[in-house]
């Protein structure tokens, strides 16, 4: 072999090694979630963007990056949402309803799996508590109760609800708060699938509702509910009572165009989900606008027709941005957010 074809040889393969470790870099790189915050420097930051989950594989991650894993469906294989809709976490797991079953990451295990394949067909809500989770299945027009293992319990709501858009846990008295948006009201079941009361119909009053979607309840039992078609939150009192209207159609801060989901965080801040605006804002229970978060696009931090939002007991935001397939998550910083 001449000198000259031996440094060739050597240079190709310095330049080949060094593609591949630049690849494999750029490949990590890409894969650590950007630094974004909101309110933007010099404030104080209150909002964090975290992280995205597409698919089983992001189930396991390690030093910033995936973990690539065969689960149950082979080397290389992996389940992707097909239209996300509903979201809830419990006991580091992460719940999110899907056309046909219930995805489950669970992230102490690293497990993944679907559960109701069997028995759900369009599930919408879901409600997790520490032993079973509540799916409503608006194919189906009832509910489905299960057992944290997918082991079904009954079903309930037959006849009493038709197209749930949005299901909340009342864990303190033990109450499963469902809104309707065909029959413009809200149910209150026990666990027990018992038809506890309902309340509200079709306009735009106190109280009234057009088309509501998100429900969350508070430390209090107060039920917050985005009456969509009329471009506001109400809130209720544990027993259905009116309190108070926040927000308007518009343009601005504090006003809505497409609101869908509602959440609270520890500090008892209202998060509201609107798609048209591809953000969620947050706001005090007097109504005054803390902060927005998010923009239209596919992006991080990003969103397409965001569906729902659940914040955990640790302050960590989940988000369901429909159209982009995935789930953003997002931090408060526990430091409250001030006006």
Same mark, same amino acid.
């Given at each position: 072999?001449?000198?000259?074809?031996?440094?060739?040889?050597?240079?190709?393969?310095?330049?080949?090694?060094?593609?591949?470790?630049?690849?494999?870099?750029?490949? =990590?790189?890409?894969?650590?979630?950007?630094?974004?915050?909101?309110?933007?420097?010099?404030?104080?930051?209150?909002?964090?963007?975290?992280?995205?989950?597409?698919?089983?594989?992001?189930?396991?991650?390690?030093?910033?990056?995936?973990?690539?894993?065969?689960?149950?469906?082979?080397?290389?294989?992996?389940? =992707?949402?097909?239209?996300?809709?509903?979201?809830? !976490?419990?006991?580091?797991?992460? !719940?999110?309803?899907?056309?046909?079953?219930?995805?489950?990451?669970?992230?102490?295990?690293?497990?993944?799996?679907?559960?109701?394949?069997?028995?759900?067909?369009?599930?919408?809500?879901?409600?997790?508590?520490?032993?079973?989770?509540?799916?409503?299945?608006?194919?189906?027009? =009832?509910?489905?109760?299960?057992?944290?293992?997918?082991?079904?319990?009954?079903?309930?709501?037959?006849?009493?609800?038709?197209?749930?858009?949005?299901?909340?846990?009342?864990?303190?008295?033990?109450?499963?708060?469902?809104?309707?948006?065909?029959?413009?009201?809200?149910?209150?079941?026990?666990?027990?699938?018992?038809?506890?009361?309902?309340?509200?119909?079709?306009? =735009?009053?106190?109280?009234?509702?057009?088309?509501?979607?998100?429900?969350?309840?508070?430390?209090?039992?107060?039920?917050?509910?985005?009456?969509?078609?009329?471009?506001?939150?109400?809130?209720?009192?544990?027993?259905?009572?009116?309190?108070?209207?926040?927000?308007?159609?518009?343009?601005?801060?504090?006003?809505?165009?497409?609101?869908?989901?509602?959440?609270?965080?520890?500090?008892?801040?209202?998060?509201?989900?609107?798609?048209?605006?591809?953000?969620?804002?947050?706001?005090?229970?007097?109504?005054?606008?803390?902060?927005?978060?998010?923009?239209?696009?596919?992006?991080?931090?990003?969103?397409?027709?965001?569906?729902?939002?659940?914040?955990?007991?640790?302050?960590?935001? !989940?988000?369901?941005?429909?159209?982009?397939?995935?789930?953003?998550?997002?931090? !408060?910083?526990?430091?409250?957010?001030?006006?």
């Amino acid at each position: 072999m001449s000198s000259k074809f031996q440094l060739s040889f050597f240079l190709f393969l310095a330049a080949l090694v060094s593609g591949l470790l630049l690849s494999a870099c750029a490949q =990590k790189i890409a894969e650590i979630p950007p630094e974004i915050y909101w309110p933007l420097p010099p404030e104080k930051p209150r909002i964090k963007f975290v992280d995205m989950i597409v698919g089983s594989k992001d189930v396991q991650k390690q030093d910033g990056g995936r973990i690539m894993s065969s689960f149950l469906f082979g080397e290389g294989g992996e389940i =992707k949402f097909i239209k996300p809709y509903g979201v809830a !976490y419990s006991r580091n797991k992460l !719940y999110v309803t899907d056309i046909g079953g219930v995805f489950v990451f669970d992230f102490e295990t690293g497990n993944f799996s679907i559960l109701g394949l069997n028995q759900l067909r369009l599930p919408s809500g879901i409600a997790v508590a520490e032993d079973r989770f509540f799916v409503a299945d608006t194919a189906g027009k =009832k509910i489905f109760h299960y057992d944290l293992s997918g082991k079904f319990i009954r079903d309930f709501g037959s006849g009493e609800v038709d197209t749930v858009a949005g299901m909340a846990l009342d864990a303190a008295q033990k109450r499963l708060i469902v809104s309707d948006a065909r029959k413009h009201a809200v149910f209150i079941y026990d666990f027990s699938g018992r038809l506890l009361r309902q309340f509200g119909k079709r306009g =735009k009053g106190n109280g009234e509702f057009n088309i509501p979607y998100g429900v969350a309840v508070d430390k209090s039992g107060r039920i917050y509910v985005v009456d969509s078609g009329n471009f506001r939150l109400q809130i209720f009192d544990a027993q259905g009572g009116f309190i108070k209207a926040l927000g308007s159609v518009g343009s601005s801060a504090g006003n809505y165009a497409r609101p869908k989901g509602v959440a609270l965080d520890s500090e008892g801040h209202i998060y509201v989900l609107d798609a048209a605006f591809g953000n969620f804002q947050i706001l005090d229970f007097d109504g005054n606008n803390l902060l927005a978060v998010g923009s239209n696009g596919a992006g991080p931090a990003e969103f397409q027709l965001p569906s729902s939002i659940f914040i955990d007991e640790n302050d960590k935001i !989940y988000v369901v941005d429909q159209i982009n397939t995935r789930i953003q998550i997002f931090q !408060y910083l526990r430091n409250t957010i001030e006006h």
